[in-house]
């Protein structure tokens, strides 16, 4: 099982940029496809797919609301896998959790939350207006 830890949360104004990490200990980052899920702060809110990227970085997923915003990228040497922000807005306020699809090889687009088999602890980003 592979363990993914968070970093790189935090408040931002609107119209800023913030960079989310993710690194992986054990398993085998390299053959996994990952993903950034985010949940938003409002009582009922489901659980967001944001962004999504196979184990080369050739197959890429975004959600609509963050396409052209946001940026995913991974290091296979490095186990890291990043989230870069840009032009933030109020409503991107959530927790964002890195997440692992642990069939090997897999497609990220098409998933869903609740096909990732392994998540981190989450970090928190805030945008003011």
């Known amino acids: 099982q592979v363990q993914l830890v968070e970093s790189g949360g935090g408040s931002v104004q609107a119209g800023g940029s913030l960079r989310l990490s993710c690194e992986a200990i054990?398993?085998?980052?390299?053959?996994?496809?990952m993903g950034w899920v985010r949940q938003a702060p409002a009582p009922g809110s489901g659980r967001e797919y944001v962004a999504g990227i196979n184990f080369n970085g050739r197959q890429i997923h975004y959600s609509a609301s963050v396409k052209g915003r946001f940026t995913i990228s991974r290091d296979n040497a490095k186990n890291t896998l990043v989230l870069q922000m840009n032009s933030l807005k109020p409503e991107d306020t959530a927790v964002y959790y890195c997440?692992?699809?642990?069939?090997?090889?897999?497609?990220?687009?098409?998933?869903?939350?609740?096909?990732?088999?392994?998540w981190g602890q989450g970090t928190q980003v805030t945008v003011s207006a």
């Open positions: 054990g398993g085998t980052f390299g053959s996994y496809a």
């Open positions: 997440a692992a699809h642990l069939r090997h090889y897999h497609d990220p687009r098409g998933l869903a939350p609740a096909d990732f088999g392994s």
